[in-house]
């Protein structure tokens, strides 16, 4: 069974600049989950899909960052404009039922 | 604020000997944990996940509970230079099926010949 797949693997772009992620869960996935990895901390979610229904983004900062999951499939993370502080590995996650999440190799962004 | 606290470590032991990871979180209510492993440059995957009080083993780990201590424990026999990885603890602290994870900051173990 194929795992979680995520591109690109490394992106390095100028502050103010836009950026995108995107992720393909699992097969059968129904819940995909966004995390933002700083180094030497733990994962930090950003927003969780139900399907294709973003069920919680309350640690999304709408303000620079939009998702999308139109298909209920695959998803896109968004960055516009990116700052400095946006360096981090960003890590996509998806289930099939309750708790066990499985992730996927993650993008490691860095804002110069 | 619900937290998950565990050292950051590094925790070093000798080959083949038992290294012992803690973790304590601070919703009373919480439900579901989870550990897992990350080599450096990595993504987290997935070793354990236990409900109950109690110890649940699988291989050469063990993860341990206590709802009432709200602790939760990775025990690694025989520990491998391999085993060598940060180790982040996960907790569920929402109830029924809402599935949100809280994640430690890691705790870095070293296994040496």
């Known amino acids: 069974e194929a795992g979680v797949v995520q591109s690109p693997r490394y992106k390095i772009i100028e502050k103010k600049q836009p950026v995108a992620f995107w992720c393909n869960p699992i097969?059968?996935?129904?819940?995909l989950y966004w995390y933002r990895q700083n180094l030497g901390q733990g994962p930090e979610l950003l927003i969780r899909?139900?399907?294709?229904?973003?069920?919680?983004d309350s640690q999304l900062p709408k303000d620079r960052f939009s998702a999308e999951r139109l298909k209920g499939v695959d998803s896109t993370l968004k960055i516009q404009p990116a700052e400095l502080g946006d360096s981090a590995v960003y890590l996509c996650?998806?289930?099939?039922?309750?708790?066990?999440?499985?992730f996927g190799p993650g993008t490691r962004l860095t804002v110069t | 604020q619900k937290e998950v606290e565990q050292n950051s470590g590094p925790l070093s032991v000798p080959e083949g000997a038992i290294a012992s990871l803690n973790c304590t979180y601070s919703?009373?209510?919480?439900?579901?944990f989870f550990w897992y492993r990350q080599y450096s440059g990595k993504s987290p995957e997935l070793i354990m996940f236990?409900?109950?009080?109690g110890d649940k083993e699988d291989g050469r780990f063990t993860a341990q509970l206590n709802k009432a201590s709200q602790y939760v424990s990775l025990l690694i026999r025989d520990s491998q230079p391999s085993d060598s990885a940060t180790y982040l603890c996960?907790?569920?602290?929402?109830?029924?099926?809402?599935?949100?994870?809280?994640f430690g900051a890691g705790t870095r173990l070293a296994v040496h010949p």
């Open positions: 996650a998806s289930t099939d039922r309750d708790h066990e999440q499985y």
């Open positions: 097969s059968g996935h129904n819940t």
């Open positions: 899909y139900e399907n294709e229904e973003a069920v919680d």
């Open positions: 919703d009373r209510g919480s439900q579901s």
């Open positions: 236990i409900y109950s009080n």
């Open positions: 996960a907790v569920n602290p929402f109830p029924g099926g809402y599935n949100k994870l809280i």
